[in-house]
């Protein structure tokens, strides 16, 4: 039965913070720390470095994080791939390997393949990849993209356009909630400075862009949002970084479209410092494993 809340995410710009970080919850809403907020996983791979970390458990019950490869010093227009890890027990992760989309046809000029999350199609019975994506050959335009995938190894469709913003400009940080058999992909949307969302009948598009749809309540421009459900209640919490302002923000919703904040009382989120992350919903028996885990 699922009873507590795994959140995975990196700290900061810095080298040693292009990492992945785990903190545990009861409620949803206050977070502690795991491995005294130092990394769970060295990266051997790539870039060494790791950005927006998403977590999540497989249908055959393994728990996998794909992530945006990338080290930030290098420069936002330079990464091409992303980096992916293997758990049976969220504490021993292996099968570290990277997935370069340098070399699939429609992405081959990429030089920005940012946040990537998952969702299972039921339908296809595959798992979809969803990303910001950036080919160096059409200037700044960095938008979601989706490809198929039974094993996070090979693909098995052509990476494609997810969601093109009838703006023009970008939307970066796809997050897909699926509700009443609809899915909300919630986007920071360049042209509105906050969170948007777009709506579709299947995972992979077409997705249909209400005329007033942001969503986000802050006061400030937020990136790097997650949502997840409050368990035993009908409510949704998204959390983002207040990346201009600093720090990090909560709101809350029933029906994924109205949002109300969340006062900083009531969560504690910012002495993680984190930036882009995810949250799992996890048992009794891996919160304990994990509060009692050396990394």
Not at 23 to 31: I, K, L, P, R
Not at 85 to 98: F, P, T, Y
Not at 244 to 258: N, P, R, T, V
Request: include cysteine.
């Amino acid at each position: 039965m699922l009873t507590k809340y795994l959140f995975c995410y990196f700290t900061g710009n810095e080298p040693e913070n292009e990492s992945v970080h785990f903190a545990v919850s009861e409620d949803g809403y206050n977070f502690t720390a795991l491995n005294n907020n130092k990394p769970v996983i060295k990266q051997t791979l790539g870039k060494k470095c790791c950005r927006d970390p998403y977590i999540f458990r497989g249908e055959d019950g393994v728990f996998h994080i794909i992530a945006t490869d990338m080290r930030c010093y290098d420069g936002w227009a330079s990464n091409n791939s992303m980096i992916v890890w293997d758990s049976v027990d969220l504490v021993n992760w292996d099968n570290e390997r990277i997935i370069d989309f340098s070399q699939f046809e429609t992405t081959k000029s990429a030089n920005r393949v940012w946040a990537p999350q998952v969702i299972f199609d039921k339908t296809k019975k595959e798992y979809m990849i969803y990303w910001s994506h950036n080919n160096e050959d059409e200037g700044w335009h960095t938008i979601p993209w989706y490809a198929y995938t039974k094993d996070f190894i090979t693909l098995t469709t052509e990476p494609a356009i997810l969601y093109n913003p009838t703006s023009g400009m970008a939307a970066i940080d796809g997050d897909i909630i699926e509700k009443d058999d609809k899915f909300y992909l919630f986007v920071a949307d360049e042209k509105q400075d906050g969170i948007c969302y777009v709506l579709s009948d299947k995972p992979c598009g077409p997705y249909f862009e209400p005329s007033d749809n942001k969503i986000s309540v802050a006061d400030t421009a937020l990136e790097g949002h997650c949502t997840y459900k409050i368990l035993g209640t009908d409510k949704y919490v998204l959390i983002a970084d207040q990346f201009k302002a600093g720090g990090y923000f909560m709101q809350e919703s029933s029906d994924l479209i109205h949002f109300t904040r969340v006062d900083k009382n009531k969560h504690s989120l910012d002495h993680l410092k984190p930036r882009h992350g995810s949250v799992m919903h996890i048992t009794d028996e891996e919160y304990i494993r994990l509060l009692t885990a050396e990394f």
